[in-house]
């Protein structure tokens, strides 16, 4: 299982940016996939998680309405938008790939992280 995300950098307050994740060695379209993010000093949470069907999403509060996960199965990419991005969402945002098909599942394998920064 390889996990490739980028997209990640600096932006103003307000601004907006989008996360994607390449997927590789396993069959993308049959698990689900998440977003967690780490920020210094705390500890990892879950963002976003998208099953293999579209309408099976979930968010974690503080992102709910801002941020959208999507998934291209055949571009083995999972994506993150986030808008009105606010200081706190600064972060290390990992790509997880699902144990099985829906977003309850546990996340087993990790990408290497790109860093999201938000400040003025």
């Known amino acids: 299982v390889q996990l490739v995300e980028s997209g990640g950098g600096l932006v103003q307050p307000g601004g907006s940016l989008r996360l994607s994740c390449t997927a590789s060695?396993?069959?993308?379209?049959?698990?689900?996939m998440s977003w967690y993010r780490q920020a210094p000093g705390k500890e990892r949470e879950l963002v976003a998680a998208?099953?293999?069907?579209?309408?099976?999403?979930k968010y974690a509060d503080s992102v709910k309405g801002r941020f959208t996960t999507s998934r291209d199965n055949a571009k083995n990419t999972v994506y993150l938008q986030m808008n009105s991005l606010k200081p706190e969402d600064t972060a290390v945002y990992y790509c997880?790939?699902?144990?099985?098909?829906?977003?309850?599942?546990?996340?087993?394998?990790w990408g290497q992280g790109t860093q999201v920064t938000v400040s003025s």
């Open positions: 997880a790939k699902g144990s099985s098909a829906s977003t309850s599942s546990t996340f087993d394998s």
């Open positions: 060695g396993f069959t993308f379209s049959g698990y689900a």
């Open positions: 998208i099953g293999i069907v579209a309408w099976n999403k």
